[in-house]
C-alpha cells in the first residue's frame, strides 16, 4: 500500500475527495486502453507467465493503431498533456 499502485490507505475525512479526484483522473484518460487494461488484469488471473506476456504485447498493439495512442504521442512529443477522445 505504501507504493499506492494497486491500493492505498485513505484518511475518512478525506476519501470523498480522493475518489472523486481518481474517478477524474481516470475519465480523462484514454477510455479504450483502460478498458483493455482491465480485461487483461481479469483474464490474466488464469495465464501462464508466457501466455500473459504474449497477450500484453498483443494487447499493446492494438492500443498502438487508436486515434488515442496517436494523440498521446503527439501531446508527448510536443511536451503536452494529451486530450483523449475515446477511439
Not at 487494461?37 to 490474466?44: A, P, R
Not at 500473459?52 to 494523440?71: H, N, W
Amino acid at each position: 500500500e505504501r507504493w499506492g499502485f494497486y491500493n492505498r490507505l485513505v484518511d475518512a475525512a478525506a476519501l470523498e475527495a480522493d475518489a472523486l479526484d481518481m474517478a477524474a483522473r481516470i475519465v480523462s484518460g484514454p477510455t479504450f486502453a483502460h478498458g483493455i487494461t482491465k480485461t487483461q488484469l481479469n483474464q490474466e488471473w488464469s495465464m501462464g507467465l508466457d501466455q500473459a506476456i504474449e497477450a500484453e504485447a498483443q494487447a499493446q498493439a492494438i492500443c498502438m493503431q487508436t486515434g488515442d495512442f496517436e494523440r498521446a504521442y503527439k501531446a508527448f512529443v510536443a511536451k503536452e498533456k494529451p486530450v483523449f477522445e475515446g477511439n
